[in-house]
């Protein structure tokens, strides 16, 4: 019997929202019998290509406190008459009650958010409500979807209750950009790099204290940021300044793809110092792309990136920067290197994902209601 499906993926357009754009995209070659609607931004004009695929405008933001916004979309998801609802992110709203499938992709958010900016006792009342929105979507869901056992290991912890329901769906990072690579102007000969967000969790500025001991020994170095420039990358350039190393310091903002992949394919090192990944998708872009990454050995990121990287200790700026020297200075090991992160990259597929999520909601779906305990891959 034929079902209908809803996908919300109003996030896809924003920087957590590949995983929505790329589910989509390939379970519509994967299923071709169920029916799915998929909520976007109003002003999102994607286009399915599936006849079985439509989408619908969801007006409602993310992330939104407004009783009345939590009715409406609730109100819309009844009206669509779905049999399930898959969440490609926790936010959901309280009064839905049909069958869900939640993607919970990290725990940074309680893990690291920090009341800078925030009066602490309003930060604490945020926080609070937090933990009861995600305990609230987790308890709804007949299953949750994780990208790593290292992230469901979290969850589980977290709230136990969410053990039998948690599946691992490793995500990908696709193939390198069909684009011709081009310079950028702001990009140096010699550079190692950093692509993505600001975030705190990132620990940015311990890569530039791992930079500062760098700069001695490689005066001819520098060290370059990209990423949209944003509050987080504002206070970053702020520290930079009080650094002695600062001069070759250089936070070049948002590139386009063919600058990206110049970008990429030119750094001696890719660095990626983070305190935690659910996934972590730029160094495998990077790794695809025959760039050498030396990367945190913390949370998931040995997980996903295997053989695939050099790792170092994040907590310390001095074997962040032992490890980038390794890299610089042996040869031998940075085509190692290389050769085993196309090998990594190769590993992931995003088909291969959709297919497990099909297998997920055809599970849920099954006259037993889905309350047999699920299989992790």
């Known amino acids: 019997m034929k079902r209908h499906i809803v996908i919300d993926a109003r996030v896809r357009r924003s920087s957590t929202g590949r995983y929505a754009d790329e589910l989509v995209n390939h379970l519509q070659d994967v299923d071709n019998y169920n029916n799915y609607t998929v909520l976007v931004a109003p002003d999102d004009d994607w286009k399915m290509r ?16 407004n009783p009345l916004n939590e009715l409406r979309f609730a109100w819309q998801l009844y009206c669509l008459k779905p049999d399930l609802v898959h969440f490609t992110m926790t936010q959901q709203p309280l009064l839905y009650f049909g069958k869900i499938v939640t993607t919970t992709h990290d725990l940074t958010m309680f893990q690291y958010a920090h009341p800078k900016g925030t009066h602490p006792a309003i930060f604490w009342i945020k926080m609070r409500l937090y933990h009861f929105l995600m305990w609230l979507a987790h308890r709804k869901s007949r299953r949750i979807i994780v990208p790593t056992h290292h992230a469901a290991g979290e969850v589980a912890e977290f709230q136990p209750f969410t053990k039998d329901k948690l599946v691992v769906t490793y995500e990908s990072v696709g193939v390198p950009l069909n684009v011709t690579p081009k ?48 509050k987080h990358y504002n206070d970053l350039e702020r520290e930079i300044k009080r650094h002695p190393s600062a001069s070759h310091i250089i936070v070049a903002g948002f590139l386009p793809d063919p600058e990206s992949k110049w970008t990429f394919q030119h750094a001696r090192v890719y660095a990626t110092p983070s305190l935690a990944e659910g996934w972590g998708m730029t160094p495998l872009e990077a790794m695809a792309n025959g760039a050498p990454v030396v990367s945190s050995n913390a949370s998931a990121m040995p997980e996903v990136y295997g053989e695939g990287a050099l790792y170092c200790d994040p907590h310390s700026a001095q074997d962040i920067a032992d490890k980038i020297a390794m890299v610089l200075d042996d040869a031998q090991l940075r085509k190692d290197l290389i050769q085993k992160g196309t090998a990594q990259y190769q590993k992931y597929s995003w088909a291969t994902m959709a297919k497990q999520t099909l297998d997920i909601y055809e599970d849920v779906l099954a006259p037993e209601n889905g309350q047999h305990k699920p299989k992790a891959i």
């Not at 975030?199 to 204290?209: C, D, G, Q, R, W």
């Open 50 to 65: 599936a006849g079985n695929f439509r989408t619908v405008p969801s007006p409602f933001p993310q992330f939104s406190f």
């Open 183 to 230: 310079r950028p102007e702001v990009v140096p000969d010699n550079y190692i790099m950093y692509q993505g967000t600001g975030f705190p969790h990132k620990n940015l500025p311990k890569l530039v204290e791992a930079f500062d001991i760098l700069h001695p020994h490689y005066p001819d170095l520098y060290l370059v940021f990209v990423g949209k420039k944003e």
